[in-house]
């Protein structure tokens, strides 16, 4: 095997029809597929505008099962493109239960696993704690024919720990499917430094780990009777220096293509020896919360 | 108590005579004093030249034991000032075996605990692991009368883990003092990246932890008979938001005074609630190195 290949990540914009939105990611993923990606990524949730922005009981509707309809699909299109595919969806495992979820399909189309949501946020608009219950399949990293696939989602992205415990697993890349934005209200004050923070965390995550690490989110503004939400795009690609390779644009759908080269993961790591040095025999405390102040 | 004081941070030339050096660093303690400074931080190893460039036994004959003379003229310049200070030098514990450490005097001039560098480096001209033992007391935040003071020690910013443990024992401020600076020959095409790479770290600890983060670093370029070192400085200081808030220069001894405002904490971590949702039921792996390839 080469050590290099492509990944295609997806940014899109996301209507108020799953099955437009659906048919608007095949025809991107079928690019990404021409333009040589073997490894392509999806936005957080990219079936339905971020329905979180409000607690409604309807919304529950959207869920379905893993396997299920949407891993039927888009596991003939893989087998058809022979590619590997991050989808991340509204997941019900059972009545009540609820999760924010991303399987893998391969080339051949086959489910590979699925990773479920470990930080779940609940913030003003950004209600997911009234959806999805905190994932309990751990951190994962699937094998692929091209390297080992590490699945984090959104406000996993904050986490330092869940970086680290997906590499640890043995991960080449830390994917990201995302949902994030500005606040309308908020994007003159704050709306530079809350991008720039976003950014700088997922560097972090490629520096400290000797990672590629990849975001890919959705664009547009989205609204409902009461909210709206800014998506800000920006979709990003680090090398295992924590250099920036790709970074999309904040408005538009973009279909970015990457070669990743897994030597630079094993030169990274040669040269800022971080794994060398961690003192596992001292991080007992990190399964702990702060002690009261 | 006001939540509002002022800190200091002393970017010096450090050259091979110890005893210069501490009248150059109570000089600008002073100083730092003077303008109302009530914790102050020194570089890493701030007493000599960065030794660790060559692995040399005499190098041994610098340690000194904690308390010791160093500590006690400190300690009497704290009573003298008022001022709560962090002291790294470093440290024989017994007969063979010595540490890199950070000891905390207070406003009476009292030994408040001492810090021993957790994560200890080995690279080229930094040839650490010779001479220091990996620390023994695990990570550490010390109760002063302004605030919870974080120790931690150079190498240590690039791991999350050493930042949250710190955190999560109570620290409202970050103190890495550094040595940290270029190979002339990698600057030209890797120094940019390697200094943007060391002021993301710490960022992303600020961000992460809702906390203050402070670096400490010398300048100036140390020679030995075979190798040279360019230390640089860019000593800086992060609110817990992330931004930063005051920024040295890359060649000047600058003595740099910065208010802290402890209420930034709080509103830091309402906004951006990740300690809330750590999960602490699934963090177990970040005990273990990494598995197999």
Known sequence: MSSKFKIGMIQMK??????KNIDNAIKKIRKASTLGAKIICLPELF????????ENHKNFNLAETIPGPTSKILGEL??????????????????????????VLNEEGKMVGNYRKMHIPDDPQFYEKFYFTPGD???KSFKTKYCNVGTLICWDQWFPEAARAT???????LFYPTAIGWHPKEKKQYGKSQLQSWITMQRSHAIANGVYV?????????????NKLEFWGNSIIFDPSGNIVKQASSNKEEVIICEI????????????????????????DLLKNPSNG
């Open 14 to 19: 996301i209507g108020s029809n799953p099955n």
């Open 47 to 54: 079936l339905y505008p971020y329905f979180c922005q409000e």
């Open 78 to 103: 893989c087998k058809e493109l022979k590619i590997n595919l991050l989808c991340p969806i509204f997941e019900k495992k059972v009545a009540g239960l609820y999760h924010n979820s991303c399987f």
């Open 137 to 139: 399949l751990g951190f």
């Open 167 to 173: 590499c640890l697993k043995g991960a080449d890349i």
């Open 214 to 226: 990849v975001a890919v989110n959705r664009i547009g503004l989205e609204k409902n009777k009461k």
């Open 261 to 284: 080269d897994l030597k630079k993961i094993e030169f990274a790591r040669q040269h800022w020896p971080f794994l060398r040095d961690r003192r596992i025999d001292h991080y007992k």
